[in-house]
Every structure is written in structure tokens, then in C-alpha cells.
């Protein structure tokens, strides 16, 4: 399997140097504006290598999950497109929904009552979008990513078995590749539309399969950070009667590195090391009582609130102050 991973891993490598000279060819580039975390015109769309990554394991299986795969392939194109030319906002959301109710058949929902598939849909399509926002510094996606799939290979490979453990190791060589470029001071390229949410969707389907697998839902708090930090910058913002489907610098990881001049590997590494925290902390309760599982997730989200107040004070304290945070 070793042996495997190291073909796909050079293969993946090729293909994304070859995507960098069509970018280049092409000009699809993210130039810097007031709204951005960055100052270099750079390389936009890397992260379609997590999709040839997902590829690779659907040709590998046999066609495996084909209706996930189908989904997958929708919304990486409208991504796609989107982050070249721009896609309207009802195309995109037509495609969003179509991609997440095939994704649903391969998780064999369907069953379920209605109400339940539309909540699903929503919450889904919510955290695709969330997943989206979130993919705005350097190492962020690839590293948050990273640490969710292996959370879910450890639960996958010794706690229970939800997918093929070679479709989590696939994503997770795709983004080791991408983050040779991605996770350091100055990026090559960045995710794109196409990366953080072809990204997304790879993730939540896993999450889907092993929520369905295990029947208990403290597994979402996989995704606690980002959960809590677009949860809480939507309300904040609402608060400050601002336009949430607006461009902004909100989120607490923007405040950091732009507002107190954290490097951004370093954000990222932040955020990464939380979330590690709080899946091994999920993985050592989920096999207790529901009663302690349900008190200790309780726990971490308040948690993870305080700690997000705490961060945009003491960010916004060292702005007035005129205190760079290095």
C-alpha cells in the first residue's frame, strides 16, 4: 500500500505542476484587494488536485461510490468555473443542491423522512459555504483538512469502519501535495473555490458516512473550530447589522493575521492544533455514555466560544494599543 501512496503522490505532484503552467497560461490568478489576506498576486485553483486525488481512488476501487463521485465532479466543475470566470449565484446553488442530494444517494438517506433530508441539505450546504470562507490564509485549508482526515482514519481504522480507509488516504496524499505549495510564508497557489469546496464535500461525506455508521452525531465536532468561528462571525456580524453575503475580514483567524500581524502559518498551525485537540478529546468519549458525551460536547463548544471571544479581544485590544503580535 506504501508503494501505492507514493506513486499517487508523485502522479498528484506532476499534475499539479502541469495545472501551474496552464494557470499561468490561462492568468487564473487571485490578485489582492482590500478584502484579501495577502499582498502577492498569486496562483488560484490549486486545490483541484483534491478532487484528481478522489479520482484516482474511484478508478483504484472499481468505481466505488459512484453517486458521491458524480456529486463530487459537479460541484469541483461549477467551483471551477467559478474561480476562472465567475458563475451566477442561482447556477451555483443549483448545482451546490443537485451535487449534495447525489451525494445523499450514496449515503443511502433517502430512506429518511423529508423533513430530515431538507434539514441535512441545509446544514450541508452551509457548511460547504462555511468551508469556503474559512480558506482565506496560507496553510489553513491543507492543514485544518489534514487534521480532520486523520481524525476520521483513526475512527475509520480502530473504532468503526465507515468507508474505505484508502478513499481517506487518497484526500490526505492530495493534500500533502498541495500543501508543498500552500502551507509556507509565501504560497505558490492557493486552494481556490475548486479546493476548499471540493475539499468540503469530501469531508462531510466521510462525516456523513461514519455519523450514519455510528448513529452518533458528537462525531460533527470534527469540524468544531470552523463550526464555531463561522457560527460566531455570522453572529457578530449580524449584531453589527452588516450584509453576511458580503466579502469581509470577520473571521478570527483574519483579525490574527491581518489585525495583529500573526504570520499566517502560524494562525494556521493554531487552528490545526485546536481542532487535533478537540477530535482526540471526541474519540476518547464517543465510547461512553451518551449522557457524558452529550455534557462533554457542550463542554468543548463553550469552549471553543470563549476561546474565540477571548481571541477577537485581546486582537482588537492590540490594535488600539498599536501592538504587532509576531
Known amino acids: 500500500m506504501l508503494l501505492t501512496y ?7 505532484l506532476f499534475a499539479e505542476l ?13 490578485k489582492p484587494n482590500e478584502r484579501s489576506s495577502h499582498s502577492r498576486i498569486t496562483l488560484r485553483g490549486g486545490g483541484v488536485i483534491f478532487y484528481f486525488g478522489v479520482a484516482a481512488f474511484f478508478v483504484y476501487s472499481g468505481f466505488q ?6 456529486g463530487l465532479s459537479m460541484i469541483t466543475a461549477v467551483s471551477f468555473i467559478d474561480d476562472v470566470t465567475g458563475v451566477r449565484n442561482l447556477h451555483r446553488i443549483g448545482v451546490h443542491l443537485l451535487s449534495v442530494a447525489l451525494m445523499f444517494a450514496g449515503l443511502n438517506l433517502y430512506p429518511e423522512p423529508w423533513w430530515l433530508i431538507a434539514l441535512a441539505a441545509i446544514v450541508t450546504i452551509g457548511t460547504i459555504n462555511a468551508y469556503n470562507f474559512m480558506d482565506g490564509i496560507n496553510g489553513i485549508t491543507g492543514g485544518y483538512s489534514l487534521v480532520v482526515l486523520a481524525a476520521l ?20 496524499v492530495s493534500l500533502l501535495v498541495f500543501n508543498i505549495f500552500n502551507f509556507r510564508r509565501d504560497a505558490r497557489c492557493f486552494a481556490g473555490d475548486v479546493g476548499s469546496v471540493s475539499m468540503a464535500f469530501i469531508i462531510i461525506f466521510l462525516l456523513g458516512s461514519l455519523l450514519v455508521a455510528s448513529q452518533n452525531l458528537v462525531y460533527i465536532l470534527f469540524l468544531g473550530v470552523y463550526g464555531v468561528d463561522s457560527v ?16 469581509h475580514r470577520s473571521h478570527l483567524y483574519q483579525l490574527m493575521a491581518n489585525e495583529a500581524g500573526v504570520p499566517h502559518v502560524k494562525v494556521s498551525l493554531a487552528y490545526m492544533a485546536v481542532q487535533a485537540a478537540v477530535c ?18 457542550l463542554v468543548v463548544l463553550m469552549g471553543l466560544a470563549g476561546v474565540y471571544v477571548w481571541g477577537k479581544r485581546k486582537v482588537m485590544v492590540e490594535k488600539s494599543l498599536g501592538v504587532e503580535v509576531v
Open 280 to 297: 482526540i478529546f471526541i474519540i476518547a468519549i464517543a465510547g461512553q455514555g451518551m449522557l457524558l458525551q452529550h455534557s462533554a460536547a
Open 153 to 172: 482514519s483513526w475512527v475509520n481504522h480502530y473504532e468503526v469502519a465507515f468507508a474505505p480507509g484508502e478513499l481517506i488516504g487518497f484526500a490526505m
Open 232 to 247: 460566531l462571525t455570522i453572529a457578530h456580524r449580524l449584531l453589527k447589522k452588516e450584509n453576511i453575503f458580503e466579502a
Open 65 to 70: 461510490y459512484p453517486w458521491f463521485f458524480a
Open 6 to 12: 507514493l506513486i499517487l503522490f508523485t502522479a498528484l
Open 18 to 30: 502541469g495545472y501551474f503552467k496552464l494557470a499561468n497560461h490561462f492568468n487564473i490568478i487571485d
